[in-house]
């Protein structure tokens, strides 16, 4: 089963799209924070993540970074910020796509498919993580968090 995480700190807007996205058959796991969505990331299998700039105590663009330097999960911002400048800083993070607010969610659920199909992503069968470690069996590579990222998560 696809698994999405959720990390935005707008409670309503965040059960908004659970609510929506649970109605197509994907698994939630939701973070309302920088520090809970890195745990949720080091402790589940994560399909996609969408992921808010703007956390109460970080920055998305940070966590974004953070997890391309040891995974591929695909990342698609939502946020305020909408800009040229921050969408070319969170395409230059790696960012998958990046949808400002507000946004239609027929669109942003159109959007999530495209990204997972384009990405070859089909519930997490391709990674499996554990701790520190995460493992793609596609690509036949493990990745070791590194240790400042480990004492943060």
């Known amino acids: 089963m ?3 995480l959720i990390v935005e ?22 973070a309302y ?6 745990s949720r ?3 589940q299998t994560i399909s996609l993540v969408l ?8 920055s998305g663009l940070a966590l974004c970074q953070e997890i391309r330097r040891t995974s591929s999960i695909p990342v698609i ?14 395409f230059g993070l790696g960012a998958d796509d990046y949808i400002a607010k507000p946004f239609s969610m027929v669109v942003l659920l159109q959007r999530v498919k495209a990204v997972l199909r384009r990405t070859g992503t089909d519930g997490g069968s391709e990674l499996f ?11 036949m590579k493990v990745y070791k968090l590194p240790t400042i990222l480990s004492r943060i998560w």
């Open 2 to 4: 696809t698994t999405i």
């Open 9 to 30: 700190d707008d409670r309503l807007l965040n059960e908004g799209l659970k609510f929506m996205l649970e109605k197509e058959n994907y698994n939630i796991i939701q």
């Open 33 to 38: 924070s920088f520090q809970e969505a890195a």
């Open 41 to 43: 990331i080091q402790d």
């Open 51 to 58: 992921l808010d700039i703007n956390l109460p105590d970080g």
């Open 77 to 90: 911002f939502l946020t305020a910020n909408d800009t040229e400048q921050d969408m070319v800083a969170g």
């Open 129 to 139: 993580q554990y701790k520190d470690i995460t493992i793609n069996s596609a690509k």
